[in-house]
């Protein structure tokens, strides 16, 4: 789960790490408010889940209170496109009214579930303010990793040999190493997968504030912080997605126009590939997981094509406690609620009740393709794409 920046900072801030004074409206008067309050020169922020804000023009530094109002009315109730959404955009509902802070130097600090470290790595770099993926392309030896062991934790010499290694001045290694510290904490404590500080700011009279925010929240362990349920906003995410989350179906938006539904996570890494292979993209990555019912399938059909980027579907079933019967009458129920919606299916089926399902589905009157194996799958595939 991801969270917007004022709420990253609200919990940065229980952990003693510093940041701008502050606060958020969602509404142009409000704003202005915020700013009278804070002297008049602000930094208005879009709140959205997205980063690259900046560059898009959902950051703006003004001098008065009037230009934060008017700036916060320009930029409420659009949609924020930058370089982290789709071109359709975030919602801006809220955003972050800040004191200007006067920046002497922008670091990058960050920690993340590395599955090749299997553990957290903490990543820093005296290159901050800018995209993170941009110095390790152009400036590798910039980027300091720590990776920290799991049963002992993030161990004082490591928070020190980060500090060390930005080449700060003396007097702020105690600082750092210490923010270092209490951004471990946070990240333990709230079962993060990310937590990031980009730009971590050095202001001119030597103070340090995390001065933007990002974390995210490992959705499997959401159950025992029922505290950061009220975090959650919707709004933000692929419509898609939500759905999906609803009906416990495991489905990531993707950038193609093949959508796959399967059953099993790597047989649905295996069908990507076969849409790869058969000159496409994948639309999505869905799998339905083993225990669905009719409904279920049906709901996994609706959410592929709720994607309108979706021209194709491909079904991959493996059937073993999933029946593919069952499987079969759940997309023809859902052709049928919505023939409109529908899209040409290649389906592969195979295993428990394997030819009732493929016999359900050649009766159906939908437009079906029953292909034999993924290289069939793979054929039927192109052959779908070169028609269109
Ligand atoms: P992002 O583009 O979504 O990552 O948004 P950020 O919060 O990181 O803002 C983009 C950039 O605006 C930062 O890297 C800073 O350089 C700049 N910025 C943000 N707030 C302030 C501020 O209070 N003072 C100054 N001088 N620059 C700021
Ligand atoms: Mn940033």
């Known amino acids: 789960m991801k969270i917007h920046e004022y709420q990253a900072k609200e919990i940065l801030a229980r952990y003693g790490v510093p940041i701008p004074k502050g606060g958020v409206a969602d509404s142009p008067e409000a704003a202005k408010k915020l700013a009278e309050d804070l002297g008049g020169s602000v930094v208005v922020k879009a709140q959205v889940h997205a980063g690259g804000r900046g560059k898009a023009g959902g950051v703006k530094l003004v001098s008065t209170a009037d230009e934060a109002g008017d700036f916060a009315r320009s930029i409420l109730g659009t949609r924020l496109v930058t370089i982290q959404t789709g071109p359709e955009g ?18 990058y600090l960050a920690m993340l579930i590395d599955g090749a470290a299997e553990g957290v790595v903490a990543i820093a ?16 030896d910039k980027i300091l990793r720590v990776a920290v062991d799991p ?29 270092v510290e209490n951004l471990y904490r946070l990240f333990q404590e709230n079962d993060c997968s990310l937590a990031e500080i980009n730009p971590l700011v050095i202001t001119s009279d030597g103070r340090v504030l995390a001065v933007d925010a990002k974390l995210t929240i490992d ?70 997981g083993g225990g669905a019912d009719e409904d279920k399938v049906a709901n996994a059909l609706r959410i592929v094509l709720m ?37 040409p299916m290649v389906v592969r089926m195979l295993g428990t009740n394997a030819e009732e399902g493929r016999k359900t589905l050649q009766d159906s009157g939908l437009d079906v393709t029953l292909v034999e194996d993924l290289p069939g799958a793979a054929e039927a595939v192109r052959a779908a794409i070169d028609h269109a």
């Open 90 to 107: 975030v919602p801006v509902r809220k955003v972050l009214v800040e004191e200007t802070i006067d920046v002497a130097d922008e670091l």
């Open 125 to 140: 770099s005296e290159a901050g303010g800018m995209e993170i993926e941009q110095v390790a392309e152009e400036t590798p």
């Open 151 to 179: 049963v002992l934790g993030l161990q004082p010499y490591q928070g020190r040999r980060l500090a060390y290694g930005l080449n700060l001045k003396p007097e702020l290694v105690g600082p750092i190493s210490a923010l």
């Open 219 to 288: 959705d499997e362990a959401m159950f025992r912080h029922k505290d950061l349920d009220g975090l959650h906003d919707p709004e933000q995410e692929d419509a898609g997605e939500v759905e999906a989350r609803k009906f416990d179906i495991n489905y990531v938006k993707l950038d193609g126009t093949v959508g796959c539904i399967v059953n099993g996570a790597g047989l649905a890494m295996a069908t990507m590939d076969v849409v790869l292979s058969g000159g496409a993209q994948p639309a999505n990555f869905l799998d339905i």
């Open 307 to 343: 994607d309108s980027d979706v021209e194709l579907v491909l079904i991959n079933i493996f059937g073993g406690i999933l029946r593919c019967d069952m499987a079969a009458r759940g997309f023809v129920q859902r052709g049928k609620a919505d023939p409109s919606s529908m899209r």
